[in-house]
């Protein structure tokens, strides 16, 4: 009898433990609640903030077309009234009408000129040149934005990077998608050239 006794005893204090110990957690669980709703609160806040500005900003820098970081017209250039230069023949053994402009406004801090190489069937390459040796913002912003919309350039670079910075000093920095865009510093001054550019016809026409 006393060793069943003794058993019942056991099981009671172990069935209290249990109770002492669930209420003990529910305190804590309570306190934790209680301690963590404001951080928690004020976290989930600032991230929201953090989106809606993150949003705000892409809205304000959302490009739809390359054309879009110029203030050129790129597909309408000769609204500009560029100056005939020559007919001569092009880097590709074309030959070609080229133009020149000299640029109002300076085209991703960098560009104050442009000459233009007119083809026959009427497409044209605009070659902008200018006295900037740096890696403008905005440039950085023009070549990452082609690498997003073209990928990789032909020599598998990507996103400007240390390595870009450094061929920038050494006068040797290029990105180049074929037969579309080159970017490069030849002589440390840098330039840009848009290929095969085909204008479009003007609104109303």
Known sequence: MGFFKFIKQDNENVRKQEEVSKQWQQQQKQQNVTILQAPVSQHITR???KTDQTLSENKKTHKDDACDFFNVKIYHIFTH???????CEHENGQSVEKFTLELSQ??????DHLDIFK?????Y???????????????IDFINYCVGVLG?????????SREDIRDMRLGIFSRTWHK????ENIYYKFSLTLYDIRPQPSSGE
Do not use: C, W
Request: glycine letters at 4%; zero cysteines; a negative charge.
């Open 47 to 49: 991230q929201e903030n």
């Open 81 to 87: 009234k560029p100056v005939f230069v020559e007919r």
């Open 106 to 111: 300076t085209e991703l801090s960098t560009f």
């Open 119 to 123: 083809y026959e069937n009427g497409n």
């Open 125 to 139: 390459d605009l070659l902008f040149t200018g006295n900037e040796t740096k890696l403008t913002a905005e440039l």
């Open 152 to 160: 990789p350039d032909f020599l598998q670079k990507k996103e400007i």
């Open 180 to 183: 579309q865009i080159r970017i």
